[in-house]
């Protein structure tokens, strides 16, 4: 957001700038046709002011031209703190899960596995997608419970199981 603020002041003051120069350029011409300069070699002054104004307007060039780089062409230092950012947090969940599923044993790494794909996911569907019994899948369920990774909430007549660490 600093950039596109930077660019427009950037841009409002190379263009005032140019408008003031290009005046000033113009009635130095005038000035100097007037008194026969570019025939006579004792106007020196007159065309080193000359010199001088080109050389401003190269500079004024080049203001307007990062001007208008910053609020079209430069990304947004925001926009990238946060990719990083979500990039590396996701990048963390991943490790933490798989380190969580190492201390797990095979019926607890499925029932994780399905409740993160599907978090909020029903006992009963639960029990569908693992191809456990009730009473497996219960057990297995408030063993996941004691160990604080999941939590179970009513819906309904069956309950709805939540993973509780963000993975």
Known sequence: MENKKLGIVLVGISS???L???QLIGGM????KALGCFENAACSKLQSGLSLTHFAFGFI????ALGFY?????PSEEALL???????????GEEKFSLVMKGLDVSEQEVIKAVREQDGITQSTLRLRTAMSKAKLSTVLSDLEKKGLIARQEQGKTLSVHIKEAF
Do not use: D
């Open 70 to 74: 910053l609020l079209f062409f430069s």
């Open 29 to 32: 011409s005038t000035e100097a």
């Open 82 to 92: 946060r990719r990083i950012e979500e990039s590396k947090q996701k990048e963390i």
């Open 61 to 64: 060039g080049f203001m307007l």
């Open 20 to 22: 003031l120069l290009v």
């Open 16 to 18: 005032v700038l140019a």
